[in-house]
Structure formats: C-alpha cells, structure tokens
C-alpha cells in the first residue's frame, strides 16, 4: 500500500500560487485516494542557506583538492545538507556517506568509509560551532 506524498513545486508565473493550488485540487477532487500524488504550488521558494554542514563539508573536501565538477551533484547536495541541517545529517550519516563513495567511484577515485564518517562528522561539528546550528 503506497502513502500519499506532498510535491512543492516552485512557479514564478504571474498567476498566483493559490489559483493554481485550486486549479491542482480541482483536477484531483476532493479525496483522491490512497497512493496519491499532492501537488502544492510557491510563489517562490526560501534561499538555500550559505553555511551548514553541507557548506561545511564541501570546504573540508576542497582543502584535500575535491571540488565539485560538472555534472556532478555535490552542490546540490551540499544545499540539502545545509538547508536540513545538523540533526538530519547525524541522524542520516550513512547516506551521506554512500553520496561521498558514489562521487568517488565516479571520479575513479579510493574511499574508506571510516574517512567519509569522519569528514561528515567533522562538518556537522563544524556547523553547530561556527553557525549554532543545533538542529537547522
């Protein structure tokens, strides 16, 4: 049995969000079942944070020389990171980690585990110190 799930799409068209909201629930009628797709149009979506764990980590890796290239998915990466902040990240260390090793094998590079737990700890650490992030 599959649960309902919340889509935020971003419109920048003139017409407002909440007459396309209305438009979306319309085609959709009122209960549309189980296993749904809900779909909730923004005006505009809040700027992604400059400073986090994900910012934090892309200068830990920058200072060993890995910088993101293109096509890759680092700063996309780095801005979920920063914009879910510290707690998700501690509570999801392993799929962080599994970001870092697909990145390497990509780029044909070596990765050890443990040193990718210790970069992400690292950063998250970094965050809550130098921006008091506690959760955020």
């Not at 889509?7 to 920048?12: E, G, K, L």
């Not at 200072?63 to 999801?92: H, Q, Y």
């Not at 590079?109 to 998250?124: E, K, N, Q, S, T």
Request: hydrophobic residues 40%; proline residues 7%; glycine residues 12%.
């Amino acid at each position: 049995m599959s649960a309902s799930r919340t889509v935020i799409v971003p419109y920048f068209g003139s017409l407002p969000a909440d007459t396309l909201n209305a438009a979306v629930q319309q085609l959709l009628g009122e209960t549309p079942g189980k296993g749904y797709l809900q779909i909730r149009v923004v005006e505009k979506l809040p700027p992604p944070p400059n400073a986090g764990p994900g910012t934090e980590l892309k200068k830990l890796l920058g200072r060993i020389g890995i910088t993101p290239k293109a096509g890759c998915k680092c700063l996309a990466r780095a801005v979920e990171m920063d914009v879910r902040g510290c707690d998700w990240c501690a509570e999801n260390e392993a799929i962080i980690v599994g970001w870092l090793r697909d990145e390497a094998t990509t780029r044909g590079l070596p990765f050890i585990d443990a040193a990718g737990r210790l970069l992400v700890r690292r950063a998250i650490a970094n965050a809550r110190r130098r921006h008091g992030q506690a959760n955020g």
